[in-house]
């Protein structure tokens, strides 16, 4: 996943709210969003080359989301990223308790940012920020690329602008409006680019929200939504190379035993 954005308790209908772009190779293989056989609460896809995902749902209010940190320092032989996320939804350990265990054990990966959480508390860690634990999140809206938590950069900056002006009590009636807001392919001035050992080509071709190219690119758009009174939403928009959306799967869900949705860190 490539960029992400979360409303956490900033709605009273409206406790969680994720819209987010994958961004891959289009030629590593993938399953869409769906239930997982094995696990039939868990909604995600999943990467088949590793066998984890980069964002899921369960029918139980558990959320987890992942992006890679954009570095050189790449090494052919970590442990595999996507599991952070799919072995947080299959087990039951609380968020901070998760979140620090991947704290301690983060030398083992590339670069990555995780976020996890359930309708009471939400934790972010990562292994390329220099506090190295996991970080309560308070209410409030975020915004998550290839860099830290909140970082300005331009497509950062602009998604966020655009989400925060969204009335989420609109989710009710269509999700179609986020999805067209997610398919941003407006990429930055040149001066405004980030500079994160790329070639001048390749940052602006993922300086945009939504990324187009033959090889490279967005892959698919998810919207994650759960109500105050335990509705939940899972849907995802998939592209080919060319943008084109290819096939649309929507979950709706039931939380199950649903706790208080206040939430704190």
């Known amino acids: 996943m490539c960029i992400a ?3 956490i308790g900033a709605h009273p209908d409206w406790p ?6 994958r961004d891959e190779f289009h030629a590593r293989p993938t399953t869409a969003a769906a239930p997982w056989p094995a696990h039939p609460d868990l909604l995600a896809g999943i990467d088949e080359m590793a066998g984890g995902t980069w964002l899921g749902v369960t029918r139980r209010g558990r959320f ?3 992006t890679n940190y954009r570095d050189m320092a790449y090494e052919a032989q970590a442990a595999s990223r996507g599991v952070l996320v799919a072995d947080y939804l299959k087990e039951e350990t609380p968020p901070q308790e998760y979140a620090a265990r991947v704290a301690r054990q983060g030398g083992r990966y590339n670069g990555f940012n995780l976020i996890v959480g359930d309708l009471e508390q939400t934790c972010y860690v990562g292994n390329r920020h220099g506090e190295g634990r996991a970080m309560g999140l308070e209410p409030g809206r975020y915004v998550l690329s290839n860099h830290l938590l909140n970082t300005a950069w331009p497509k950062t900056r602009r998604l966020k602008t655009r989400l925060d002006e969204y009335p989420l009590e609109e989710l009710a009636k269509t999700l179609n409006p986020v999805f067209d807001i997610l398919k941003d392919t407006t990429p930055a001035e040149d001066d405004a680019l980030p500079s994160t050992g ?5 940052e602006r071709l993922l300086s945009s929200p939504f990324i187009i190219s ?3 690119g967005t892959r698919c758009s998810t919207v994650v939504a759960i109500s105050s009174d335990g509705r939940g939403f899972f849907s995802e928009i998939t592209y080919d190379p060319q943008g084109v959306a290819v096939e649309r799967h929507d979950w709706p869900f039931i939380v199950a035993e649903r706790p208080a949705l206040a939430h704190g860190s």
């Open 5 to 7: 954005y979360l409303a």
């Open 16 to 21: 969680l709210f994720i819209a987010a772009n």
């Open 64 to 66: 987890g989301l992942l």
């Open 198 to 202: 790329l070639s001048l080509e390749r």
């Open 214 to 216: 033959p090889e490279y």
